[in-house]
């Protein structure tokens, strides 16, 4: 219930549901903490690396690599803004793409 909760907070929701999980896991025993904190950085990976790009490529039509390599450039150069902001970015850059310069390669 907390995981569920935590995840409607954006951006970092799921490190403070990743901290509350691993420190009540942890009053059980280390053992148990680890697990708890290994299969959650298994999932938030999984989510963002697999379904959160399908769901972008559903939703904006663009490719899922495209929005992988566009997060994780964003990402890297801007930090938190630039991951916020590259999807979208790099939708407009394709849609642009599309409208403008194919069109325009053609008539000539």
């Known amino acids: 219930m907390v995981v569920l909760v935590c995840g409607f907070i954006p ?3 799921h490190f403070i549901g990743m ?3 691993t420190l009540v896991s942890l009053t059980k025993s280390p053992t148990v903490a680890i697990i708890a904190l290994s299969s ?3 999932y938030v ?3 963002n690396y697999v379904i959160t790009p399908k769901i972008m490529r ?3 039509a663009i490719p899922g690599l495209v929005t992988i390599i566009a997060a ?3 990402t890297s150069l801007l930090g938190l803004v630039g991951g916020l902001v590259a999807v979208p970015i790099a939708a407009a850059v394709l849609l642009i793409i599309d409208e403008v ?3 325009r390669a053609q008539q000539s």
Do not use: C, R, T
């Open 11 to 13: 951006l970092i929701g």
């Open 19 to 21: 901290g509350i999980v």
């Open 40 to 42: 959650y950085i298994i």
């Open 45 to 47: 990976q999984i989510e």
């Open 58 to 60: 559903k939703s904006l």
């Open 72 to 74: 994780l450039l964003g």
């Open 101 to 103: 310069v194919f069109p």
